[in-house]
């Protein structure tokens, strides 16, 4: 079994900065590409950034210059480094994680979100 376990959400006002970690576990023989996706009250869930295996990076266009994703991976582990936060950028933050399992099984998982609110 694969879990994914995100830590670092929280209150911040605008302007401030906040850094969220997202640990994968299990049954894990590598892991492609993780990226970190938000959805705010009221809209679909968006892509916020992604890193692939070979360390390339894409990010949404309104958080570039202020967003940063980077990864562990002998840690199995990604961040999200958000500076100059603006309020449109609360919202419920999950982590993704595209998997190959021990049992060479690929799949798609998911966190359970963490809260980032960002006040004006």
């Known amino acids: 079994q694969v879990r994914l376990v995100e830590s670092g959400g929280g209150l911040v006002q605008a302007g401030g900065s906040l850094r969220l970690s997202c640990a994968a576990s299990?049954?894990?023989?590598?892991?492609?590409?993780m990226g970190w996706y938000r959805q705010a009250p009221g809209k679909p869930r968006e892509l916020v950034a992604a890193?692939?295996?070979?360390?390339?990076?894409n990010y949404a266009n309104s958080v570039k210059g202020r967003f940063s994703i980077s990864r562990d991976n002998a840690e199995n582990t990604v961040y999200l480094q958000m500076n100059s936060l603006k309020p449109e950028d609360t919202g419920v933050y999950y982590c993704?994680?595209?998997?190959?399992?021990?049992?060479?099984?690929?799949?798609?998982?998911w966190g359970q979100g963490t809260q980032v609110t960002v006040s004006s």
């Open positions: 890193i692939r295996s070979s360390s390339s990076t």
């Open positions: 993704n994680a595209d998997i190959l399992s021990r049992q060479y099984l690929r799949n798609d998982y």
């Open positions: 299990g049954s894990i023989l590598r892991i492609n590409a």
